[in-house]
């Protein structure tokens, strides 16, 4: 028996010594060095701007966290600054909300500024959440709560978006779409604003958790906020709230169309950087929901310029995910081969294919090691720069990342984003927090609720999305693995 397996793993490690099989691992190393290369350029974005505040500090301005200007904070500058209205759509209520809810709302911006929380209903918890924390600091800030109804012709989200639109303030200027599991800077809001002013061209600002995407394209899609022009709304120019409101699944995607198709200007700019706290604990089926949900936003499309692209994408995505994980299995098949071949003492010149082997190992391994040193120093730098944009915050670190399971994770998620790539496709539906949406020619035609049976909680944020409670799911390896994939994201809050 131990020889049949021997031989099977022996030919195996062969057939990965071919032409094809060198490719592929050739191409994994590429792979792993393209995306090396991209967190390093982000990486020098990031701290070309903290060495800007630091300079700044050093020559005066202690606020330089705030603005580039000192001369900014003067009360002639901020009496004209314009108003701003912010719109956060709420879905349940979770261990990290009220904590996100308060950085959003205390913020620094010296121009008038309101805030709109938006819920389906009274009945969601975060209704009466929100309500206590606008009740105890109601004489500091403009806020309050907006109960939007049902979504009958777009996303759940998008619907609250635009009931939010429909209730801001007639004289602002700006607004600022925020999602409610992010933690903003005391500096945020005037930061966009000031780039908006200065450049009028500007038709979408957003920013990214952390500016570290999964290893995916897809994740790359996913905004946090997106600041835009209020007019755009009022007026419905480029069909931005036909477009949304008329069958929209994904609030990011729909935008990103539409910017493109008018040839509109989207920007990040580099204070884009916010934590994105998770539950504290994440099973297989939360993570597995939130992937087909990154998955099925290639499936939502306005033109069909965009079908095309997100096939472009789709295609792509696919071949890439695991052209970067079929390496690794090819790598560890030549290291079980050598390890066999070692303990039983074979002979050299019956297995003398294992060292070619060991040198596409030794190559992968390289490549690995600078894609995780990238990785790891973009993390390093975005952490420094979210505690110096946040000086009264809790100081964040990089003291709790597990690289071991982070580098797993990524393995699975581009395993695994393949497979819900094509359900999504073949299914053409989601469940999004207990609502079934169904996709025709790219927009949704269908939406099914069904409230005694829907889930109890959000995917990530592990949100109630009632008023009972259940029990938290029990910890676990896998569970730890999955959170590993998505903590890497943003640093986690060192309790030291």
């Not at 066999?340 to 050299?348: D, N, V």
Request: aromatic fraction near 12%; hydrophobic fraction near 40%; charged fraction near 20%.
């Amino acid at each position: 028996m131990s020889e049949a397996m021997d031989s099977v793993l022996f030919s195996l490690s062969k057939a990965f010594c071919s032409p094809l099989a060198v490719f592929v691992q050739i191409q994994g190393c590429v792979i792993c060095l393209t995306l090396a290369f991209g967190w390093a350029c982000a990486a020098y974005v990031r701290n070309r701007e903290i060495r800007r505040i630091k300079d700044s500090m050093r020559a005066g301005n202690s606020l330089a966290f705030l603005c580039q200007d000192i001369n900014e904070l003067e009360h002639s500058y901020q009496a004209n600054l314009p108003r701003v209205s912010v719109v956060m759509p709420l879905k349940g209520f979770g261990e990290h909300n009220l904590h996100n809810w308060r950085s959003q709302v205390i913020s620094l911006y010296g121009g008038p500024l309101e805030f709109l929380f938006v819920v389906e209903s009274t009945e969601d918890p975060a209704y009466h959440a929100v309500s206590r924390l606008i009740s105890d600091i109601k004489d500091n800030i403009d806020a309050r709560v907006v109960v939007a109804g049902l979504s009958t012709t777009c996303s759940q989200k998008i619907h609250n978006q635009l009931i939010g639109v429909e209730q801001m303030h007639k004289d602002s200027k700006y607004v600022l779409f925020l999602d409610d599991d992010i933690r903003l800077h005391p500096g945020s809001i005037g930061a966009l604003t000031a780039e908006m002013e200065k450049n009028p061209e500007i038709f979408i600002q957003t920013g990214y958790p952390l500016d570290l995407p999964s290893g995916s394209l897809g994740s790359y899609c996913i905004y946090e906020y997106h600041m835009m022009h209020a007019d755009d709304f009022r007026y419905d120019r480029c069909g931005v709230v036909s477009g949304l409101r008329d069958g929209g699944y994904s609030d990011d995607m729909t935008l990103a169309a539409v910017a493109g198709a008018h040839k509109k200007l989207i920007t990040s700019p580099p204070v884009a950087v916010f934590p994105h706290p998770l539950s504290s604990d994440l099973s297989f089926s939360r993570y597995w929901n939130y992937l087909r949900k990154q998955t099925f936003v290639l499936e939502s499309y306005m033109f069909k310029v965009n079908w095309i692209m997100n096939r472009a994408l789709f295609s792509s995505h696919c071949y890439l995910s695991w052209g970067f994980v079929m390496p690794y299995l090819m790598a560890l098949t030549h290291v079980a081969a050598a390890l066999r071949i070692y303990i039983q003492g074979y002979a050299r010149e019956e297995t003398t294919f294992v060292s070619n082997g060991l040198l596409l190992v030794s190559c992968l391994a390289a490549c690995t090691f600078i894609e995780l040193f990238s990785m790891w120093n973009l993390t390093r730098i975005e952490v420094q720069l979210c505690n110096i944009l946040s000086p009264e915050a809790p100081r964040l670190s990089l003291a709790t990342y597990n690289w071991v399971l982070v580098f797993i994770a990524m393995l699975v998620d581009n395993f695994l984003y393949p497979i819900s790539a094509f359900r999504s496709h073949f299914s053409q539906s989601i469940n999004w927090s207990g609502v079934r949406y169904y996709l025709k020619d790219g927009k949704i035609n269908k939406i099914e609720r069904s409230k005694d049976k829907g889930p109890k909680y959000t995917d990530l944020a592990w949100k109630h999305l009632s008023g009972k409670k259940a029990a938290p799911p029990k910890p676990s390896f896998l569970g730890g693995l999955l959170r590993s994939l998505e903590q890497w994201q943003q640093p986690k809050k060192f309790d030291g």
